[in-house]
């Protein structure tokens, strides 16, 4: 049984073993702080780092505290087309480290995990959870990458979470899952989509809408729009093959 959380939205979550990917869609500054406070590690994909720059041009961040110079990523990495000159010159002279890697075959999604591994090697540390900010919406070819890349990386990174302010999703692989749903970060929709496989065989508990062994697959039925249930505080999920789980976050809870 695999047991899973979003604990890393809850406002004050300790910094835990985690790395935080930042990819370059839009987010707001409620969700950038929690996950940016959830995690020991962070790294912008390429143009990510625009983001996360300009995310303190905005009017909240107005005043003497320089808060560009108090959130530092530990490193950027990417084919650099995206990231802005006067991006890239600001965050070299605070030390950052800005790698290029001009491999056209790999995404700078791709480039930054390959990041997180190698610095787990060099301190033969546990692996991380890891945390994208962004990848499920914008760009159709951008999302189904994320899809695609998080369903193959399942085996060896199992604990990989897409977040943007609508929704939060991962990988189940086969087996069996136990999500704890904390109401106050979730809203009620969720879906369980059976994307990269033929088929899979789906028996739910928590939601209103529960299957019991029964077939779903891309050209048959696909669980969208289906809700949690208030009064449950765990989703029970047995899948004989991988399964993306997402499920809409409450804004107001973040704010
Ligand atoms: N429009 C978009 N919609 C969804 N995701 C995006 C979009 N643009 C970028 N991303 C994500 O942010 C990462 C960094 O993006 P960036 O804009 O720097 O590069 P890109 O050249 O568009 O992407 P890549 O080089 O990875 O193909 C991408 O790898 C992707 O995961
Ligand atoms: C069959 C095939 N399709 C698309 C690309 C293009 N591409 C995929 S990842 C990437 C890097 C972006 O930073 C680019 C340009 C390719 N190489 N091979």
Redesign the pocket.
């Given at each position: 049984m695999t047991s899973w959380n979003v604990e890393f939205l809850q406002a004050n979550a300790p910094a835990s073993q985690r790395a935080l990917i930042i990819l370059n869609q839009p987010f707001s500054s409620p969700l950038f702080h929690r996950l940016w406070n959830a995690c020991k590690w962070r790294c912008c994909a390429?143009g990510g780092a625009n983001r996360l720059y300009d995310l303190f041009s905005r009017p909240e961040f107005k005043g003497d505290t320089d808060f560009r110079r108090l959130f530092l990523p530990d490193l950027i990495k990417?084919?650099l087309?995206s990231i802005r000159d006067d991006v890239r010159r600001y965050y070299e002279s605070q030390g950052v480290p800005v790698i290029q890697d001009d491999?056209?075959?790999?995404?700078?999604l791709?480039?930054c995990i390959s990041a997180v591994e190698e610095k787990e090697q060099v301190e033969e540390a546990p692996r991380n959870d890891v945390i994208l900010l962004g990848g499920l919406s914008g760009r159709l070819d951008q999302t189904i990458h994320t899809l695609s890349y998080l369903h193959k990386l399942r085996k060896v990174r199992p604990r990989v979470f897409a977040v943007t302010d609508d929704n939060v999703g991962w990988v189940l692989d086969e087996g069996e899952h136990i999500i704890h749903v904390d109401h106050d970060l979730l809203g009620l929709t969720c879906g369980l989509l059976p994307v990269g496989i033929s088929s899979t065989i789906l028996t739910t508990s928590g939601l209103r809408w529960n299957l019991t062994e029964h077939p779903s697959s891309f050209d048959g039925m696909v669980s969208t729009s289906n809700h949690l249930v208030l009064e449950e505080k765990e989703v029970r999920i047995k899948t004989t093959r991988p399964i993306w789980w997402t499920a809409e976050l409450r804004g107001s809870g973040l704010v």
């Open positions: 390429d990417g084919d087309d491999d056209q075959d790999s995404t700078d791709m480039k």
